[in-house]
């Protein structure tokens, strides 16, 4: 129970890290949150800095989604036969990125440094999660659309992969907590009214 308890705190602390936000601040002295759709991911960053620092963000939230992983896989060892430890991780960090204790429990969508947790869960399945968001986002040109899609068929590639439960349990509730976080970009996406991209 300690060593869960240890990878909750670790995962919650490290996804509380606000990355987009301290990018927006440190460039433009602005509060990202009060600017476009109110949320400190990639998508938002965009909106303020350009892609390259969409990019950049991305990447560091990634970073900062499997690296709690990372840790609790080599040095918390308990229950590893199904995963839970890791997972428990995996789960903190999303909350952490998405209810942030530095802003107040705001925060951002968690689908970088979802895909994180999962490149560190299992990296084929994180790579191909990737793969999968890279193409639907580049031919619809939505990134809510390609997150929502590449993050449901998770669970899905856990199981062909053979992974144990929890990762499988992770992938499924994950994927459910980070469309439900999306839930104003479905009404958009109905509406024709989701920002693209690019044009």
Known sequence: MLEIFIAILLGYFIGSIPTGYLIVKAKTGEDIR???????GATNVKRVLGKDWFFITMLLDAIKGAFPVVIATLFLSAYTQYGIVPV??????LLGHSKSIFLKFTGGKSVASGVGTILALNLPVGLIIALIWGIITWISKYVSLGSMIALAISPFLMLAFKQPVGYIAYCALGAIYIIYLHRENIKRLIKGEENKVRE
């Open 34 to 40: 009060n600017i476009g759709s109110g949320s400190t």
């Open 88 to 93: 428990a991780a995996a789960i903190a960090v």
